[in-house]
């Protein structure tokens, strides 16, 4: 609680402008993947969210069909501007990439066989697993406000872990049986604190 009091105040867009470049410039920094700067840009330096909130909305990004990073810019931008900063969201994170990746693409076919070429893709492809286990700690506070308690959230993180990198199952039974557990047992974790607030009336 009294990291919340302490926080700067929160910031918003001024306009669907001003999503459609910050979204652009984020995706721009997305090597690897967007979700890894994510965090850093609309928390830290926008402060467009909270923790929390950033970390609410990822959760459900990550359940939604589609690419969660896209999922995540249509939120926001609807936050804030409805479906018009839904849209421009959206627009600004794959309208220059685009063009990028395609140019890329075409430069890739042609030299995709040489070995300085490779050996670089290698490289890229430790950082970006180092960016995304960053994010991922820097996030690991923002746990200790779920009703869950930080235990039972790292606890299931890490059978989710588990079951996709370790046991290779499924994403979508990973999703239905982790997933409905901790819906399970946050609803209760609520209903429980709520019942206590109340004086034993849920």
């Excluded at 994170?93 to 290698?122: D, E, N, Q």
């Excluded at 923002?142 to 199952?169: E, H, K, Q």
């Amino acid at each position: 609680m009294a990291e919340q009091e302490n926080s700067p105040e929160l910031q918003r867009p001024a306009s669907a402008t001003e999503l459609f470049i910050a979204f652009t410039l984020l995706a721009l920094q997305g090597f690897g993947g967007v979700l890894a700067v994510a965090q850093r840009v609309l928390v830290d330096q926008r402060r467009w969210l909270t923790r929390e909130e950033f970390l609410g909305l990822l959760s459900v990004g990550q359940v939604l069909p589609g690419p969660n990073v896209c999922n995540l810019a249509l939120m926001i931008g609807d936050r804030f501007f409805g479906l018009r900063g839904a849209f421009a969201a959206l627009a600004g994170m794959m309208a220059v990439p685009l063009v990028i990746v395609i140019a890329l693409t075409a430069l890739y076919v042609h030299w995709s066989g040489h070995p300085m070429v490779a050996g670089a893709l290698r490289g890229m492809a430790a950082v970006s697993a180092g960016l995304i286990i960053g994010s991922a700690l820097k996030l690991l506070p923002a746990l200790r406000m779920n009703p869950m308690g930080l235990p039972v959230c790292v606890a299931l993180g890490a059978l989710t872990f588990a079951g996709i990198a370790l046991l290779r199952w499924p994403l979508i039974w990973v999703l239905l049986v982790l997933g409905l557990a901790g819906w399970a047992y946050a609803y209760r974790c609520i209903r429980a604190e709520l019942a206590a607030k109340h004086g034993g009336v849920a």
